[in-house]
């Protein structure tokens, strides 16, 4: 079955550490997203990608890098966490088409301290 | 850039009463809204996707899009205590080929038996 999977689930960082988030899909789709979500907020995209080495800025980037290496592996990089990045980040991907479903993955809680 | 809001934050309904969510938008040209549903400290699971004025059924959800008034209506038959959920709208505007969602913050919906 196809899926999107996230890793870790769950992370603790300290500030001013480096923070990778890894998200895989076996959907074969061309996009990908990454969100984070916050109270009061709902979810808001930070960065995605047409394919692989392909990588967009979304609606809030500052901060946060992002690494398309193949088709299936889309990853998000805090280079220097800040407590203000603690939420919890989602991943999806979709086919190339404006009407496109996006699936999502489980989501990872990250706390910086 | 597109601002999407819901109403109300919070909703509790009764066992099998209609439940019915509001979803505001500010950009005319938005062609693409979703609903979907997030169990507490789950993934996102899309409920119905609309891209219309009309209505769309899935099931015991039903979208209702007007976009002369900005508005996207989700209305729930028959709630169950497990619709007891935060739901989400989420709504894009056409860009080329991708799906570049924007998020309302939510509506958490409690179904009380």
């Known amino acids: 079955e196809a899926a999107v999977t996230q890793s870790p689930r769950n992370k603790v960082a300290v500030t001013g550490g480096k923070v990778t988030l890894s998200c895989n899909q076996t959907?074969?789709?061309?996009?990908m997203y990454w969100y984070r979500q916050d109270t009061g907020h709902g979810l808001r995209l930070i960065h995605y990608?047409?394919?692989?080495?392909?990588?967009e800025k979304g609606d809030i980037p500052d901060g946060y890098k992002a690494s398309r290496p193949s088709q299936e592996n889309f990853s998000l990089i805090l280079e220097l966490a800040t407590p203000s990045q603690t939420s919890v980040y989602f991943c999806?991907?979709?086919?190339?088409?404006?009407?496109?479903?996006?699936?999502f993955g489980p989501g990872t809680r990250l706390t910086v301290l | 850039q597109q601002k999407v809001q819901q109403s109300p934050e919070s909703l509790t309904v009764s066992e099998g009463a209609m439940a019915s969510l509001n979803c505001t938008f500010s950009?005319?040209?938005?062609?693409?809204f979703r609903w979907y549903r997030q169990h507490s400290g789950k993934g996102l699971e899309v409920l119905v996707s609309?891209?219309?004025?009309g209505e769309k059924e899935e099931g015991s959800f039903t979208a209702h899009l007007n976009r002369a008034s900005l508005h996207v209506f989700l209305h729930i038959r028959e709630p169950q205590p497990s619709d007891s959920a935060l739901y989400l709208c989420?709504?894009?505007?056409?860009?080329?080929?991708?799906?570049?969602?924007?998020f309302g913050q939510g509506t958490v919906l409690s179904v009380i038996p």
């Open positions: 959907n074969n789709h061309n996009n």
């Open positions: 990608s047409y394919g692989a080495g392909s990588t």
């Open positions: 950009d005319r040209s938005s062609d693409n």
């Open positions: 609309i891209f219309s004025d």
């Open positions: 999806a991907s979709g086919d190339r088409d404006f009407y496109a479903e996006q699936f």
């Open positions: 989420a709504v894009s505007i056409p860009t080329g080929g991708n799906n570049k969602l924007t």
